[in-house]
């Protein structure tokens, strides 16, 4: 298997390995049984890091994305990270330190230093009773979503599609479609927003037939 790993890869060798386009980048899988899936026409130049005590984890990237950052899996059993197609990373940090899922949906645009984890890393009991307080949580990121600088995004975070979140916030909980969100915790400043990437496109170009244009 090594003969034919990109360029920086080293990786288990029961890993399994779905590569549909030439990556840089650095790989580097200790974990067992752990499958990376990349699709057609993506720039991948993230650093992946799967820790030894990491058993079949995946971690797949849809076609027409570009990628950057670091993803980090540290522990934890049958873990995923999904990338939807047409996203773009320009830095960003997804980290699992418990079992979990970090999802996101297709065109997503996330900038720099964004951090995001399905756990608090570390666990907190009731001394009493005994009891995990602060157990793993999925984070779900739709469609067409754009996270702006620094944003902090928490365990159980829920962003819905088409919603902005602006530069420096932390996401705690659930951000409705369409939306434009600001703070500590993220809490929804506009509503009926509509993002395009394109400085030349009109609002209505973004929303599917029916739906409300930027007023």
């Known amino acids: 298997m090594d003969s034919d790993l990109p360029p920086g890869w080293e990786v288990h060798p029961s890993t399994v390995l779905d590569l549909k386009s030439d990556l840089k980048g650095r790989v580097r899988i200790e974990g067992l049984g752990c499958r990376i899936v990349v699709g057609a026409n993506v720039t991948f130049e993230a650093t992946i890091r799967i820790f030894p005590g990491v058993t079949d984890a995946v971690v797949e990237v849809g076609d027409n994305c570009s990628i950057g950052g670091v993803i980090r899996l540290v522990r934890g059993d049958g873990?995923?990270?999904s990338i939807g197609e047409d996203t773009t990373f320009n830095q960003v940090g997804l980290s699992m330190h418990e079992r979990g899922r970090i999802v996101f949906g297709r065109d997503c645009m996330l900038s720099t230093d964004i951090h995001m984890d399905p756990s608090d890393m570390h666990p907190i009991f009731d001394r009493?009773?005994?009891?995990?307080?602060?157990?793993?949580?999925?984070i779900e990121i739709g469609d067409h979503v754009w996270l702006g600088t620094r944003v902090l995004v928490l365990k159980g975070a829920r962003i819905g599609d088409g919603a902005i979140?602006?530069?420096g916030s932390i996401v705690s909980g659930v951000l409705p479609p369409n939306t434009l969100s600001l703070g500590s915790p993220a809490r929804v400043v506009r509503e009926n927003v509509a993002w395009t990437r394109?400085?030349?496109a009109s609002a209505d170009m973004t929303l599917p037939p029916g739906d409300v244009t930027v007023g």
């Open 128 to 138: 009493v009773t005994g009891q995990r307080l602060n157990p793993p949580q999925d």
């Open 79 to 81: 873990g995923l990270i």
């Open 198 to 200: 394109e400085f030349d």
């Open 165 to 167: 979140v602006g530069a």
